[in-house]
């Protein structure tokens, strides 16, 4: 059990590394999507033995990835845009999500009849959830029309609600095959007592862990020490008491998260600090656990092909074309419901074809995607899970080219987002500190020394953030030719310091140096 335990350890911490790998990557050649990287990563960790047929326990991924993650988007979701963009929202999480379930469920089952129709919209359910930070992620670089650019803008509302309804439709799939009978009123009531007790449960139980925070906050026990570990606990609580009620944890949670960043919103008595500190957790945490998921996907991938192979020589390409499918009608269902104007980016003026076709590409799939495919239990009354390696293929290729198409795509139909020239930043930044710096001088009721303290803080703003590498290392080996020079001159001349700097050129490093130096000791 304790070499069981040290594994699992040593797996996390490898795919800790290969995500933070993945994001040095990403700094030096931004031009790729993230994503990409982490897939490479986690590809190159299964030439480790430990990775070799490597599995998380899916149970581990809805309470320890999917319940945090879906939790902070609730959290910092604009409420105000969402309220606005709500009729949107409601379109394209609700009503396109589910038409794309039943759509992809059927399709998917009469393409490869094998697979149960039960199945089939558990597959449907997993890959019909959008992400709206891949797709930020690759179209950082272009510039999106205006009115595309407000559909897509919600997607964040969308993809935090269809993923959660399609967490819900996936386990009322699953619950079907198990049990083998399928009722259209059954399942109906079922989704609508998972649906909204899930939301009931997360309003109540977000609203006391809020209360409570309040409660701690007014006793100004803010600390970061004691807030940060409080609001990490809190998806995971309301996660595991609405599933110990019967509920769906993952949209209690949502409601949760909801409720928690209302809350945030407010101008409250905590500490900006504990609120900066609090902000920046949840935002590495976020980061890390999606750079997880698609580290994961590249270490699955060969171990699910392996699988594969021995059930068939063409079994490969049977999948892959499904995959195909899958992504080519969801891509069709989107655009018709774009072209049909039941969107309404525009109101009642219908959308263009262009308009259409970049909000049918902008359906981009990623963590929740791959974490529900994984999440698919491994052994069922005792077996092996049916199909479970098949549904987790067709996913992967799904996710694969709703990546690489409209990284493909998007920059050759989008003009190039236009970078900020950094003397034109520098020089504007200058600026607002020159006004900031009045300002404060014109103040009456501050003190000197006040006045003095806030004047050099921002006079340091004025400062390039990032020193030019190649001056430093410059400047070093002349300074370090200097002292050589200075001190052989020293040592076989008996030359005095004060010589040294008359003899250095005027306005030469050699004189700012020396002087600076051997003016300072002289008057020791």
Known sequence: MEGFTVEIFYSVALLIVAAIIANILYTIFPRIPLTFYQIGCGFLLTLLPLFRNYSLYPEFFMVGIIAPLMFNDGRTIDTGQ??????????????????????????????????????????????????????????????????????????????????????????????????????????????????????????????????????LVGKSMDTASVIVPFSLMIPFAIYLISEELGCSGILAVVAGGLIYGINQSRLK???????????????????????IVFVLLGVTLPTVIVAIIPLSSTLILELSGLALLIYLTMGVVRFAWAKLNLVKIHGDRPSTFKEAFLIAVGGVHGT???????????????????????????????????????????????????????????HHRSKMV????????????????????????????KKSKRADKKAVRDLMAQTHDIEIQATTEVLSNDTSPNSLVTNCPAESPCTRLLGGAFGNASNL
């Not at 469920?105 to 490869?112: D, N």
């Not at 006004?435 to 003095?452: C, F, G, M, Q, V």
């Open 82 to 215: 969402m309220a606005n963009a709500f009729a949107k929202i409601m379109s394209m999480a609700v009503y396109l999500a589910i038409l794309t379930t039943i759509v992809i469920g059927t399709m998917a089952h009469a393409v490869m009849a094998v697979i149960p129709l039960a199945l089939c919209l558990a597959l449907a359910a997993i890959v019909t959830p959008t992400d709206s930070l891949a797709l930020s992620s690759i179209t950082e670089n272009v510039t999106l029309p205006k009115a595309v650019s407000g559909a897509l803008g919600a997607l964040g509302g969308e993809s935090l609600f269809n993923d959660a309804s399609g967490i819900v439709v996936l386990s009322l799939a699953l619950s079907a095959y198990q049990t083998g009978d399928f009722s259209f009123s059954q399942g109906l009531l079922s989704f609508i007592v998972n649906f909204f007790g899930g939301l009931l449960v997360g309003l109540i139980v977000g609203s006391l862990f809020v209360s409570l925070q309040s409660f």
């Open 269 to 291: 008595l905590m500490a900006t600090n504990v609120r900066l500190v609090t902000n920046a957790t949840w935002g590495i945490l976020s980061n890390l656990l999606n750079g």
């Open 368 to 426: 929740i995607t791959l974490a529900m495919a994984l999440s698919l239990p491994v052994t069922l009354a005792g077996h092996a899970f049916p199909y479970r390696d098949q549904l987790i293929f067709v996913a992967t290729v799904v996710i694969l080219l709703s990546l690489i198409i409209p990284a493909i795509v998007l920059p050759r139909m989008l003009p190039a987002k236009q970078v900020p020239n950094q003397d034109s930043f520098n």
């Open 434 to 461: 020159d006004y900031s710096i009045a300002r404060i001088k014109e103040l009456p009721t501050t003190t000197l020394a006040d006045h003095n303290y806030v004047i050099d803080m921002l006079t340091s703003q």
